[in-house]
């Protein structure tokens, strides 16, 4: 493995944004701060910024820029956003949001580890997955639980993305 230093460090950081933009958006609401307009725009920006960051660097040297990164960044923002104004307006969630998430983050990790040879560029796949379940199953129970614990299978998967994407 042959670690890009450069790629690594932008890398880190975009990941960094969307970590700290989730893990602030969703620490609020838990503990009961949902109308804290600060932690709101901090946390929302953080994320929106992070993945505009992400789709630019996880594209660098890359093809199909659009359609592999720009558009799965864009898929999970808009779902994510969507999502939780159905959410806080106590409706339904229709189900083309859900599977937007979904299928955002699989295009995600499947290119992320593209250009990689062997199994390992299904590892991004295998990651996605981990998003997905940490996502959609296990952040509705620890919501549920009331449970705050900073979201570490969510965290763990941006380093697998990382090293993914650095590794060049």
């Not at 590892?123 to 549920?144: D, F, Q, T």
């Not at 998967?157 to 990382?162: E, S």
């Amino acid at each position: 493995m042959h670690i890009h230093n450069s790629i690594a460090l932008h890398s880190i950081v975009s990941a960094t944004m969307v970590i700290c933009g989730v893990i602030l958006t969703n620490s609020i609401e838990q503990i009961g701060m949902s109308n804290n307009p600060i932690g709101r725009a901090l946390g929302m920006l953080l994320f929106v910024i992070g993945w505009v960051y992400i789709a630019y660097v996880f594209s660098i040297n890359k093809n199909n820029k659009l359609l592999l990164f720009v558009l799965p960044s864009l898929g999970v923002v808009v779902s994510v956003m969507m999502m939780k104004k159905y959410m806080e307006q106590g409706v339904e969630i229709p189900s083309s949001l859900p599977m937007l998430f979904v299928v955002s983050w699989i295009v995600f990790g499947y290119a992320t580890g593209n250009h990689l040879l062997g199994y390992k560029k299904y590892i991004g796949i295998i990651a996605s997955c981990m998003v997905i379940s940490s996502m959609m199953k296990l952040l509705p129970y620890k919501r549920e639980m009331n449970m705050v614990d900073g979201l570490p299978m969510f965290v763990m998967t941006w380093v697998i993305f990382i090293l993914l994407n650095s590794n060049r």
